[in-house]
């Protein structure tokens, strides 16, 4: 695969991936106010419900097929399920056990399958630069990471539990992340095929819901529904169409590096609303990242 001129350098790339880790780094308060009445699975499948319809209508408003036929459904469910259902599932379990900051500095850890599977199935050459400037990110998520521990009250065997759940999570994510490299999908629409995998995740969610917590909770919030409403048209319809245009034009190592910068704007934000402090140890973790992100981002993508 080549990659699109001038990779993330590229302003027609570099915004969209400015975006979509901006609205990602603010998901982690929206997601902290779901957690409550309703059980996380029933609020995955309406934040979902939401997000397909979003993406229905802008396939028909773009004019991309909704018919995808029998392949297009196998591949449909392929990536929806672990993306839209493992993931999350996996996600929101692990905030039982250990903080949204940690679950997201393990996050970060994305690039390192992504590379690895694209490296594996479809294979994209890793270059040196790469490999060093993801060395030196990784030094400064573990900086960010140590922080986080020094701060939580989690138990060590609640900590494991929850580093666990994230690493499921995170190994869900990569899997649906170079399907969406791969030729097969990339051959076809993103809004059509992202309508239908959010159609098999919303039913996968639902049935995992009714089946624990049995019929569905109604929150009676009006802050909840317009949680539910933000993170389905634009943490999900929205971003979930920019980043899989992203791993379709650089590969799905590069692309995870938003993974990398959303733990920083999430505790920039932190910083904002919840009185977040900044220690030395934070702060060098910070530069690293995002150091070790330019260093990667630089380097020369292989044909």
Do not use: C
């Not at 990110?137 to 009250?153: I, K, P, W, Y």
């Not at 692309?255 to 934070?282: D, H, N, Q, R």
């Amino acid at each position: 695969m080549k990659e699109e001129q001038g990779g993330l350098r590229n302003p027609r790339l570099l915004f969209p991936f400015i975006l979509i880790t901006l609205i990602w780094g603010s998901t982690w308060i929206v997601i902290k106010d779901q957690l409550g009445t309703v059980p996380p699975p029933w609020s995955i499948t309406y934040r979902f419900i939401v997000a397909a319809a979003g993406m229905f209508a802008y396939a028909r408003y773009t004019g991309a097929p909704l018919r995808i036929g029998r392949n297009g459904h196998l591949l449909a469910a392929g990536f929806g399920v672990p993306q839209f259902f493992l993931n999350f599932n996996f996600v929101y379990a692990a905030e039982h056990y250990i903080t949204s900051g940690l679950v997201a500095m393990v996050f970060a850890l994305l690039m390192v399958p992504n590379s690895a599977l694209a490296w594996l199935f479809l294979k994209h050459r890793v270059t040196s630069g790469f490999v060093i400037g993801s060395a030196i990110a990784l030094t400064g998520v573990s900086l960010l990471f140590v922080q986080e521990m020094r701060g939580s009250e989690a138990q060590p065997r609640d900590v494991l539990i929850g580093i666990a759940l994230t690493v499921a999570g995170v190994l869900a994510a990569s899997l649906s992340n170079i399907m969406q490299a791969s030729q097969r999908l990339r051959e076809r629409p993103i809004a059509s095929m992202l309508a239908w995998g959010m159609v098999y995740g919303v039913a996968a969610n639902a049935l995992f819901a009714f089946t624990v917590y049995g019929p569905p909770v109604v929150e009676t919030r009006a802050t909840y529904w317009i949680g539910v409403v933000y993170l389905g048209l634009f943490a999900s319809a929205l971003s979930f169409t920019i980043y899989f245009g992203i791993i379709r034009a650089i590969g799905p190592g590069k692309a995870a590096y938003s993974s990398v910068i959303v733990p920083i704007v999430a505790m920039a934000l932190s910083t904002l609303f919840e009185g977040y402090v900044w220690s030395p140890l934070a702060i060098a973790g910070g530069v690293l990242a995002m150091a070790g992100m330019l260093i990667a981002l630089r380097a020369r993508a292989p044909a």
